[in-house]
Protein backbone atom coordinates (compact mmCIF):
# COMPACT_ATOMS: atom_id res chain seq x y z
CA UNK A 1 0.00 0.00 0.00
CA UNK A 2 1.16 3.38 -1.21
CA UNK A 3 -0.12 6.35 0.95
CA UNK A 4 1.25 9.95 0.48
CA UNK A 5 0.26 12.85 3.00
CA UNK A 6 0.04 16.30 0.58
CA UNK A 7 1.15 19.09 2.36
CA UNK A 8 3.87 22.25 2.64
CA UNK A 9 4.55 20.85 5.84
CA UNK A 10 1.88 22.91 7.94
CA UNK A 11 1.37 21.66 11.54
CA UNK A 12 -1.92 20.33 10.42
CA UNK A 13 0.30 18.57 7.84
CA UNK A 14 2.54 17.32 10.31
CA UNK A 15 -0.46 15.94 12.62
CA UNK A 16 -2.08 13.98 9.36
CA UNK A 17 1.55 12.59 8.98
CA UNK A 18 1.20 11.40 12.34
CA UNK A 19 -2.20 9.87 12.79
CA UNK A 20 -1.48 8.00 9.48
CA UNK A 21 1.28 6.49 10.79
CA UNK A 22 -0.34 5.39 14.56
CA UNK A 23 -3.34 3.70 11.82
CA UNK A 24 -0.64 1.94 9.76
CA UNK A 25 0.57 0.81 13.29
CA UNK A 26 -2.82 -0.40 14.66
CA UNK A 27 -3.63 -2.01 11.64
CA UNK A 28 -1.05 -3.90 11.70
CA UNK A 29 -0.45 -3.21 7.72
CA UNK A 30 2.44 -2.73 5.32
CA UNK A 31 2.81 0.85 3.83
CA UNK A 32 5.11 2.73 2.44
CA UNK A 33 4.37 6.31 3.77
CA UNK A 34 5.58 9.21 1.61
CA UNK A 35 5.53 13.05 2.18
CA UNK A 36 4.76 15.45 -0.92
CA UNK A 37 5.14 19.16 -0.26
CA UNK A 38 6.37 20.65 -3.73
CA UNK A 39 3.27 22.46 -4.50
CA UNK A 40 3.62 21.30 -8.54
CA UNK A 41 3.45 17.69 -6.97
CA UNK A 42 1.08 18.47 -5.17
CA UNK A 43 -1.14 20.01 -7.78
CA UNK A 44 -0.93 17.07 -9.59
CA UNK A 45 -3.23 14.86 -7.85
CA UNK A 46 -5.80 17.98 -8.50
CA UNK A 47 -5.99 19.14 -4.53
CA UNK A 48 -6.51 22.26 -3.90
CA UNK A 49 -6.47 21.66 0.20
CA UNK A 50 -4.31 20.41 2.26
CA UNK A 51 -3.51 18.19 4.35
CA UNK A 52 -4.88 15.29 2.02
CA UNK A 53 -4.30 11.61 2.07
CA UNK A 54 -3.93 9.99 -0.80
CA UNK A 55 -3.94 6.25 -1.16
CA UNK A 56 -2.84 3.84 -4.04
CA UNK A 57 -2.89 7.07 -6.09
CA UNK A 58 -6.09 7.84 -4.77
CA UNK A 59 -7.11 11.16 -2.82
CA UNK A 60 -9.34 9.93 0.01
CA UNK A 61 -9.32 13.14 2.55
CA UNK A 62 -8.82 16.76 1.84
CA UNK A 63 -8.97 19.58 3.40
CA UNK A 64 -9.03 17.97 6.95
CA UNK A 65 -6.68 16.31 9.78
CA UNK A 66 -8.35 12.80 9.72
CA UNK A 67 -8.60 11.40 12.80
CA UNK A 68 -6.81 7.55 13.51
CA UNK A 69 -9.97 6.19 13.97
CA UNK A 70 -11.14 7.94 10.33
CA UNK A 71 -7.69 7.03 8.47
CA UNK A 72 -8.76 2.76 9.77
CA UNK A 73 -11.59 3.14 7.92
CA UNK A 74 -10.67 4.56 4.99
CA UNK A 75 -7.46 1.86 5.03
CA UNK A 76 -9.54 -1.28 5.29
CA UNK A 77 -11.97 -0.74 2.21
Not at 2 to 19: A, Q, V, W, Y
Not at 51 to 66: C, N
Request: glycine share 8%.
Amino acid sequence: MNLKILGTGCPNCIKLEKNVIEAVEKLGIEAEIEKVTEIKDIMAFGVMMTPTLVVDGEVKIMGKIAKVDEIIKVLQK
